[in-house]
Nanobody, 122 residues
Framework: QVQLVESGGGLVQPGGSLRLSCAASQRTFSRYAVGWFRQAPGKEREFVAHITGSGVRLGYADSVKGRFTIARDNAKNTAYLQMNSLKLEDTAVYYC???????????????WGQGTQVTVSS
C-alpha cells in the first residue's frame, strides 16, 4: 500500500505563499488520485483540492479557488499544493490522501499522510 509524507508547512504572514509536498512511497503513485484536506482547530477536516492520477482533472473548494493550485509529478511520485495569497483562515493542519476514485469524499480515501501544520499569522 502506498504511503504518503507531507512537507512544506510553516509560519507565513497573510498574503504570503507556501508550497506543500506529498511524497509517495511507491512507483504506482500515478494510479491514485490525490486529495488535499485541512483541519483547523476546533473544526472538522475539510476538502481543499484534488487531482486525478494523470493530472488531467482538478478540483478545488470554493474557499481556495484562484489562490491554491494542485499539481503532481508522477516521475517524482510527488503531489504539490501551491498556496498563494494566504489568509488567516487558511491556518490548519494540511493532509494529503490517495484514492483510486476522483472524489471529494474523505471516506473514500484509503491512505493518509501524517499532516503538516500551516500557520498564517502577522
Amino acid at each position: 500500500q502506498v504511503q504518503l509524507v507531507e512537507s512544506g508547512g510553516g509560519l507565513v504572514q497573510p498574503g504570503g505563499s507556501l508550497r506543500l509536498s506529498c511524497a509517495a512511497s511507491q512507483r504506482t503513485f500515478s494510479r491514485y488520485a490525490v486529495g488535499w484536506f485541512r483541519q483547523a482547530p476546533g473544526k472538522e477536516r475539510e476538502f481543499v483540492a484534488h487531482i486525478t492520477g494523470s493530472g488531467v482533472r482538478l478540483g478545488y473548494a470554493d474557499s481556495v479557488k484562484g489562490r491554491f493550485t494542485i499539481a503532481r509529478d508522477n516521475a517524482k511520485n510527488t503531489a504539490y499544493l501551491q498556496m498563494n495569497s494566504l489568509k488567516l483562515e487558511d491556518t490548519a493542519v494540511y493532509y494529503c490522501a490517495a484514492t483510486e476514485a476522483f472524489t471529494t469524499a474523505q471516506a473514500l480515501y484509503d491512505v493518509w499522510g501524517q499532516g503538516t501544520q500551516v500557520t498564517v499569522s502577522s
